[in-house]
């Protein structure tokens, strides 16, 4: 069962993973650094691990999983990246909080996920737009 979800999770979000990729590896990019995000999580899950047991089963996890998937389908179909990423990362945190349980998504996988969080790429326009000012101001 944990490979079909796992299986159908990967198939659901490859084509922004493969944006998310791009962004990461294309030249002179801002996101180089997003490649050693995904290492860096699996560090901060390894030395948090003993703070809380899984207990897995969240009623409201599962909840707050079906309203992200819905949010992502809805962001695909309208060609929305930055909408896309924002549902993924809320996917990953509800999955997250479902199998291992609120107590432990709170003390084990939220550092890791709001780390997780800084690799997700900002689309072009609206991270000119964000940092514009600061580009003048330097100029």
Known sequence: ??????????????DMLRW???EWTRPQGF?????????????VLWHRRARAP????SALALIALLVAI?????????AMPAIQSASFLGMVAAIAAFVGGMAWFRRVAFPAIALFALCAPIPGPLLHDATRRLQEWSA
């Open 1 to 14: 069962a944990w490979g079909g979800a796992a299986t159908a999770f990967a198939v659901l979000t490859q």
């Open 20 to 22: 998310w990729w791009w």
């Open 31 to 43: 996101y180089s650094h997003g490649t050693l995000v995904p290492v860096l999580m699996g560090l």
């Open 54 to 57: 899984l207990a897995g089963g």
């Open 70 to 78: 819905a949010m992502y389908l809805f962001a695909e179909r309208g």
